[in-house]
């Protein structure tokens, strides 16, 4: 007799139910493409909005969940902070990575509110802690992906915590030495950034992005980069020749009271360590050496993008308003009495922007950066060369008075000139000698008095008579016209020349000679005419035919980069569009190279390459092979 059916079914549905059972708990595997490892190996709450996978692991050992952790924040980081089974490391590392995601999901006011302040110093302080005060140092978790994870943790929290307290600036006053903000007390800042008033604006590098810049130059370390712009002053005069940089390179860190593990994670006292990166290439933390990061291209970028000097150059160049009246000297980072100074003057209707890419490569070579700092001459391209020749000399030597009064300072010893075009021209008269070669130019009124001849003499003489930079004792010229140019004389160069009004000082000092003149001719003589910078450059004009051969220092070393643009024939018959080459080159330059170029060179990777090299060979020359 065969057995209950009900009975049957019963046993049926047993083995079943056991089959699966057993099913459900097999292991099962798949693989993934090498991309998508990469992808998940990287993701963290930053980037993917997802807790990291070893966040996820710390979660899973406590049986918790990300889920949970978003619903009960408090009771899950409480878990997770007093568990025991978690090494600390992996504690806090994985406890900077959920206050983080706490913070992330509340910033999205306007203004940060003290909630998410508070959420973003305990993801600084977790992580803080995590590199500092666990048993291994940093540099023992060298090739730990969880380390790289926490400093990433660090850094975002910082950017945004250091965003947050700039608000709070105008509230405090200028004598303030600590204040109290969501719970925590806030140290005032430790910085050596050399400002000389709190910054208008803090903007994070990592928010910038260029165009028109190959290249962003960035080290790597610890800590958040910034952009710091001072407030712009009310009035451009011409009184004062320098400019100090308006966007500052600016490294933050947080910095957390304690000397134990213990104490850190108890305090509530945090101070912004501000930090220039050209400065400082390290700083101590907890007793240890750690670099610090920078950002070296952003201030530039920045600075560039807000100039203006486009519009501007061309309203120099015809002698509009809003043009520059005077030179400039513009100095790219604070001034560091111990870099070498390096000098570039652009060339003519150009700006500051020609050198774009240049400066940057420069700021951006690391043997480069350590060793020198640039200065721009930002000058009037509509005025005669021998206007802007004496208007620049003395802009630099009040420039280098101002900063090195005793003359004695590294940065004003073994100066160096980079000139392109006009510029170079301009760079080449600074270190040559004039001694009275220049006097032909002046036609001498035939019965002009001794007094009067001595009145001519002296105020002519400073735009004729002149001896090289003793500063200066290396140069290098790109495409210039040393000996001039025929496109000065075509129609189209003709046509801008006529458009252009020359420099109301210019003007005024003109009058006053040609007056001089007439009156030693019995006001019969024609006025005196000047040329402006276009007539200046024609390779007929006297001023460059009386210039051309002046002798260079023989203490200065220089060099010339010539554009060479569709060469056909001979190298001594060719051009680069717009110099000759016969009128670039200069015999006796320590070198020459040529590069198939237009007659914009200077921002060729080539001759980018060559000014490095010419640098470095500086420095050898300069501080000896046994600098630091």
């Excluded at 909005?49 to 980081?77: E, H, I, R, W, Y």
């Amino acid at each position: 007799m065969q057995g209950d059916p009900i009975r049957q079914l019963w046993r049926c549905a047993a083995v079943i139910s056991l089959l699966c059972l057993n099913a459900c708990a097999m292991v099962d595997v798949s693989r993934l493409k090498p991309g998508d490892v990469v992808s998940e190996r990287r993701a963290d709450v930053i980037g993917s909005k997802q807790f990291s996978d070893g966040t996820v692991q710390t979660l899973n050992v406590l049986a918790l969940t990300p889920k949970q952790c978003a619903q009960s924040f408090d009771t899950c980081a409480g878990i997770v902070e007093h568990a025991s089974g978690l090494d600390e490391e992996r504690r806090l590392s994985s406890l900077s990575e959920l206050w983080l995601g706490r913070a992330l999901r509340g910033d999205h006011q306007p203004v940060m509110d003290d909630a998410t302040l508070d959420a973003y110093l305990q993801s600084a302080r977790y992580a803080y802690a995590y590199l500092f005060y666990t048993q291994r140092t940093p540099a023992d978790r060298v090739f730990d992906q969880r380390q790289a994870k926490v400093i990433a943790f660090y850094d975002y929290a910082v950017e945004r915590v250091v965003q947050r307290w700039f608000e709070e600036l105008p509230r405090l006053g200028a004598g303030w030495t600590h204040t109290d903000l969501a719970g925590w007390s806030v140290l005032r800042p430790d910085t050596d950034l050399g400002l000389h008033a709190t910054p208008a604006e803090l903007l994070p590098a990592s928010s910038l992005r260029f165009k028109g810049l190959r290249n962003v130059y960035q080290r790597d370390g610890f800590g958040s980069d910034f952009v710091a712009v001072t407030q712009k002053p009310a009035s451009d005069t011409p009184a004062v020749p320098w400019r100090d940089p308006r966007y500052v390179a600016m490294t933050g860190v947080l910095v957390f009271g304690g000397n134990t593990l213990d104490e850190v994670l108890d305090t509530r006292q945090v101070q912004l360590l501000a930090r220039d990166p050209y400065r400082d290439a390290d700083m101590s933390i907890a007793g240890r050496s750690v670099p610090l990061g920078a950002n070296f291209t952003a201030p530039y970028g920045l600075w560039l993008a807000r100039s203006g000097f486009a519009m501007q150059s061309i309203r120099s160049l015809l002698g509009r308003q809003g043009g520059l009246d005077s030179p400039r000297v513009l100095l790219m980072q604070p001034y560091d009495p111990n870099r070498r100074t390096v000098v570039m003057l652009h060339g003519l209707a150009s700006s500051p922007e020609a050198w774009v890419n240049v400066a940057n490569e420069v700021l951006g070579d690391e043997e480069l950066r350590r060793h020198y700092q640039v200065w721009q001459v930002y000058y009037p391209t509509n005025a005669p060369i021998a206007v802007n020749l004496m208007q620049i000399r003395r802009a630099l030597d009040e420039t280098i008075r101002h900063f090195d009064p005793q003359g004695t300072a590294r940065a004003t010893q073994h100066m160096m000139l980079v000139g392109h075009s006009m510029g170079g021209v301009i760079a080449r008269l600074l270190v040559s000698s004039s001694g009275d070669r220049l006097w032909s130019l002046v036609p001498q009124g035939k019965s002009l008095s001794a007094a009067q001849r001595a009145k001519l003499r002296q105020q002519l003489a400073p735009y004729l008579q002149f001896s090289p930079m003793p500063q200066v004792d290396s140069a290098v010229f790109l495409a210039a016209p040393h000996r001039g140019t025929p496109m000065a004389r075509h129609r189209i160069a003709r046509w801008v020349a006529e458009l252009i009004r020359l420099p109301f000082g210019v003007l005024k000092e003109v009058t006053g000679i040609s007056d001089l003149l007439q009156q030693g001719d019995g006001g019969k003589g024609a006025p005196l005419h000047v040329s402006n910078s276009v007539d200046n450059l024609s390779d007929t004009d006297p001023f460059i035919v009386a210039s051309e051969n002046l002798p260079i220092s023989p203490a200065v070393h220089y060099h010339s980069i010539i554009g060479l643009y569709k060469a056909n024939g001979p190298l001594a018959q060719s051009s680069d569009g717009v110099v000759p080459y016969a009128s670039a080159h200069l015999a006796g330059a320590d070198s020459e190279v040529v590069i198939p170029s237009w007659h914009s060179v200077q921002e060729t990777p080539a001759a980018i390459l060559e000014v490095r090299r010419i640098m470095r060979l500086h420095l050898q020359r300069a501080d000896g092979d046994n600098r630091q």
